[in-house]
């Protein structure tokens, strides 16, 4: 399958600081990636859906101006968490949809706000 | 409104066979697919239906029904590398765009 890569894979950070997660599609052009954040035992809850030299659309209760979506070419994507408290910590998730099928998930990266 | 459920866990033992339902209510129904998530992981595709039916492939069968609302996953031959947990997830195109809905999440154990 189509495979997707996230970096960092894990990162700690001192709460006030912002951390920017990278999604990328490696051996093929995404027009649309999204975003999700999972915590300890729960599903996946999308944050926002990013289009290719577009804004991203945000999901309800997601604030914008707190992740930063930008998705500037067709194989990267970036998510930045600005100011980050603690109750951010959580493993965040990207996918690229390939074809109308399907979507393929990045590895995720696991954030720690201390 | 959108909503998905799923029984939170399940045990099985190895070498049988374990059926994972999922119920969903959406307005804009467009897909069902089923993900494998190993602890720590990403999840994995596994299937995908759009049409009522079975799709099969390989160990693994997931079936539609639109008209119910319902979808079950199907793991046949459990092995111990199968404990994971399985999440159902609706394509919803209710908002103009695709976007993916998620259940909670299955957590199969799969026992020696």
């Known amino acids: 399958g189509a495979v997707v890569s996230q970096h960092p894979s894990r990162v700690i950070c001192k709460s006030g600081t912002s951390v920017k997660i990278e999604c990328r599609s490696l051996d093929f052009q995404a027009t649309t990636m999204f975003w999700y954040r999972q915590f300890p035992k729960q599903s996946l809850m999308l944050m926002a859906t990013s289009n290719e030299g577009s804004k991203a659309t945000y999901e309800q209760g997601v604030e914008k101006d707190k992740f930063l979506i930008n998705h500037a070419s067709l194989t990267l994507s970036t998510l930045t968490v600005t100011s980050a408290h603690p109750e951010d910590s959580s493993f965040y998730i990207c996918?690229?949809?390939?074809?109308?099928?399907?979507?393929?998930f990045g590895p995720g990266t696991r954030l720690l706000v201390l | 409104g959108q909503n998905i459920d799923q029984p939170t866990e399940m045990t099985a033992t190895e070498g049988a066979i374990v059926q994972i339902n999922c119920t969903y209510q959406?307005?804009?129904?467009?897909?069902l697919f089923w993900y494998q998530q190993h602890a720590g992981e990403a999840p994995t595709f596994l299937s995908y239906?759009?049409?009522?039916g079975l799709e099969e492939k390989g160990r693994f069968s997931s079936f539609l029904s639109r008209s119910k609302g319902y979808s079950y996953l199907l793991l046949k031959e459990l092995q111990m590398k199968d404990s994971a947990s399985y999440l159902c997830?609706?394509?919803?195109?209710?908002?103009?765009?695709?976007?993916?809905?998620f259940g909670t999440g299955t957590r199969l154990k799969v026992l020696a």
């Open positions: 239906n759009v049409l009522d």
């Open positions: 959406t307005s804009g129904f467009n897909g």
């Open positions: 997830a609706v394509r919803d195109s209710s908002s103009g765009t695709y976007k993916y809905i």
């Open positions: 996918s690229a949809r390939v074809q109308a099928e399907t979507q393929y």
